[in-house]
């Protein structure tokens, strides 16, 4: 047992009990740092992996920008802990084995997968940061341009859906 | 050394827990959070088979699945402090207006 899987299991373990964590916590707050330990730990990951800057953009935009905006959220709500109702009974019968039956169909996928992409080694070899940027800027030029003009529409939505003094906000 | 199928059973099993999350939690912001679980769990898959077939693409699909996120937790967030001033209430199973 080499050093890398050993770091790989260790990283999975985490980013599975931050998940059960998320499940697990009735308070909003805890839910949302469990997702930040799950999202560290598949940060580091993607570092196990050399995928370096998208670890670093993991960190600083997931880990960062987005946990931030639920955590203020969560404050400015003042969300306390979860109220159980239990008004839908499908979800309370059907849930759990529709999720358990989902995630077996994908297993079986991997397992069903082809041989070369199952035994594929993840060499560890760092992905140039330079060959990603080329590749974002000379192939992928345009949907990088499409995401700003939509960064641009979700600020405008969210600007407009939080503005206080509506007179007709019937939800 | 690692094989490609941990990592792809690893995002297997994370977006199951994310799938668990969104149906049975009653909390508009922890369902919420789920997605975004569910989504890091896609972008594991992506870079694993960037790495695996030694091609870049997974990675830029990465960061184009995080600026969409991004967006996402925006507008979304917006409407769940929407839904609070309407209803005063967090709670999925009263946003009922459309049940019959």
Known sequence: ?171 | MIPTNYYLILSAILFGLGVVAFIFRRNIITIFMSIELMLNAVNLAFVAFSQAWNHLSGQVFVLFVIVVAAAEAAVGLGIIILIQRNRQSLNVERVDLLKL
Request: net charge neutral.
């Open chain 1, 1 to 171: 047992m080499n050093v890398p899987l050993i770091v790989f299991f260790a990283l999975a373990a985490i980013a599975v009990l931050g998940a059960v964590s998320l499940i697990w916590q009735k308070h909003p707050i805890h839910s949302a740092l469990s997702l930040i330990v799950v999202m560290v730990a598949l940060a580091g990951l993607y570092l196990l992996m050399g995928a370096e800057f998208v670890a670093a953009v993991q960190i600083i935009v997931y880990g960062g920008a987005i946990m931030v905006l639920f955590v203020f959220v969560i404050m400015l709500l003042n969300a306390g802990a979860e109220e159980r109702t239990n008004f839908s009974s499908l979800a309370k019968f059907a849930g759990l084995p529709l999720a358990v039956a989902l995630t077996g169909c994908l297993l079986a996928a991997v397992y069903g997968s082809h041989e070369q992409v199952q035994t594929a080694a993840q060499a560890g070899v760092t992905a140039p940061t330079k060959a990603l940027s080329a590749q974002l800027f000379q192939e992928f030029v345009y949907p990088f341009e499409l995401t700003s003009f939509l960064i641009l529409v979700a600020i405008i939505g969210a600007m407009v859906l939080a503005q206080r003094d509506r007179k007709e906000s019937h939800l």
